[in-house]
T-cell receptor
Framework: DTGVSQDPRHKITKRGQNVTFRCDPI?????LYWYRQTLGQGPEFLTY????????KSRLLSDRFSAERPKGSFSTLEIQRTEQGDSAMYLC????????????FGSGTRLTVV | GEDVEQSLFLSVREGDSSVINCTYT??????LYWYKQEPGAGLQLLTY?????DMKQDQRLTVLLNKKDKHLSLRIADTQTGDSAIYFC????????FGTGTSLTVIP
């Protein structure tokens, strides 16, 4: 296993467009997390899945954001009607169980909304 | 558990020890973590400590935990230029709360 993979690495989009990001976690990890990181800040929690169930969502996850993990493996994060404030690094992580021994993060998708 | 604070910058000379400090608020956190982030990359787990421990050593890394003061520190011995990065402490359970990160610069 090569770790947590995220695609694309970079995305530039015009304001108002929809974007979708993909995350492939470590195969034996049942939990998958999405975080957002803006410049000069630490990552902020967005949502997490246990298998295919989305168990928690942050208040940061507005109605324009939706995440899925249909088969309990890869996950997608879609942002509709992007705004300039959505520009950030979107990080995916996975863990086995509750992740008490830490998460494994992907390299992230950097979104720039122009 | 949402207020995790770190100093923003630290500069040390190569070969010296670095100490990065963190204060957190959630006394119920069972584990506390240190992550490293290099430019343009994701976060790499360095080490973690269980809340009933007060020290953990892992090669050049030493974590100290003062649970009474909710203070966590990471000491890097014999700091190398490759240690230059941003270091985040984190606490939490189902979700992690991260500090703003400490940017460590190692001067050759």
């Amino acid at each position: 296993d090569t770790g947590v993979s995220q695609d694309p690495r970079h995305k530039i989009t015009k304001r108002g467009q929809n974007v979708t990001f993909r995350c492939d976690p470590i195969s034996e990890h049942n939990r998958l997390y999405w975080y957002r990181q803006t410049l000069g800040q630490g990552p902020e929690f967005l949502t997490y899945f246990q298998n295919e169930a989305q168990l928690e969502k942050s208040r940061l996850l507005s109605d324009r954001f939706s995440a899925e993990r249909p088969k309990g493996s890869f996950s997608t994060l879609e942002i509709q009607r992007t705004e300039q404030g959505d520009s950030a690094m979107y990080l995916c992580a996975s863990s086995h169980g509750t992740g008490t021994d830490g998460y494994t993060f992907g390299s992230g998708t950097r979104l720039t909304v122009v | 558990g949402e207020d995790v604070e770190q100093s923003l910058f630290l500069s040390v000379r190569e070969g010296d020890s670095s100490v990065i400090n963190c204060t957190y608020t959630d006394s119920s956190s069972t584990y506390l973590y240190w992550y490293k982030q290099e430019p343009g990359a994701g976060l790499q787990l360095l080490t973690y400590i269980f809340s009933n421990m007060d020290m953990k050593q892992d090669q050049r890394l030493t974590v100290l935990l003062n649970k009474k003061d909710k203070h966590l520190s990471l000491r890097i011995a014999d700091t190398q230029t490759g240690d230059s990065a941003i270091y985040f402490c984190a606490e939490g359970g189902n979700q992690f709360y991260f500090g703003t990160g400490t940017s460590l610069t190692v001067i050759p």
